[in-house]
């Protein structure tokens, strides 16, 4: 890309808020089932890989890490406004609590092509979302995550697992083009 990269939120701050959302979800989970319910958090790859990392830490309860592969956006910045299902194979997760982590909700359309299979194809008790970047301006379906770490505007923003054509993922901070 022809522009500058800047920084939006810093590492530093980045991992602080990833902290005190790990608080919040601890929170919710402790007062609905107790911290000894075994949880089993789906990380969205590839975009949710750093979050994942990063959040998982910082989680009390037991638990189960598993991964799904998912793609709408393919090159460019544009979703196509269809869900590419590469990898979807969980184990049995009836009567599970899901935690479904991902870097970023858009418009929405995979994270509620996922919701609706959690729901009605492998019967989890409890699905909740956990999102790094909350963009609801770019909301196009009715879906909101549980928990999110920053809110983002209109920006097309890279780093932490983020891409622009599979490049700047590594970056350690949320960055965006000017
Ligand atoms: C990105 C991102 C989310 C999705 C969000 O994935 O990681 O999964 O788009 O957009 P939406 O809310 O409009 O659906 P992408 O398809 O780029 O695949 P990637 O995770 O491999 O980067």
């Known amino acids: 890309m022809d522009k500058e990269l800047k920084i939006l939120v ?8 990833i902290k005190e959302l790990a608080d919040e979800i601890n929170g ?23 979050f994942f990392a990063e959040l998982s830490k910082y989680l009390n309860m037991p ?18 406004g269809k869900v590419s299902a590469l990898n979807l194979s969980l184990p049995p997760l009836e009567n599970k609590n899901v935690l479904v982590v991902e870097d970023i909700m858009d418009t929405g359309l995979t994270l ?16 909740k979302l956990a999102v790094m970047c909350d963009k609801k301006c770019a909301r196009k379906y009715d879906i909101s995550p549980d928990f999110y770490a920053i809110d983002v505007d209109d920006k097309f923003i890279v ?17 965006y083009f000017e």
Request: charged share 25%.
């Open 63 to 80: 638990t189960c890490m598993e991964f799904v592969s998912l793609s709408s956006y393919g090159a460019g910045e544009k979703s196509s």
């Open 159 to 175: 780093g932490f697992g983020l891409d622009y054509n599979e490049n700047y993922r590594n970056i350690p901070y949320i960055g």
């Open 10 to 17: 810093d590492s530093e701050k980045l991992i602080a808020r």
């Open 28 to 50: 919710y989970y402790e007062k609905n089932y107790g911290l000894n319910e075994e949880l089993t958090i789906v990380c969205v790859l590839k975009g949710a890989v750093m």
């Open 112 to 127: 509620k092509f996922l919701l609706d299979f959690m729901k009605t194809k492998c019967k989890a008790k409890d699905v």
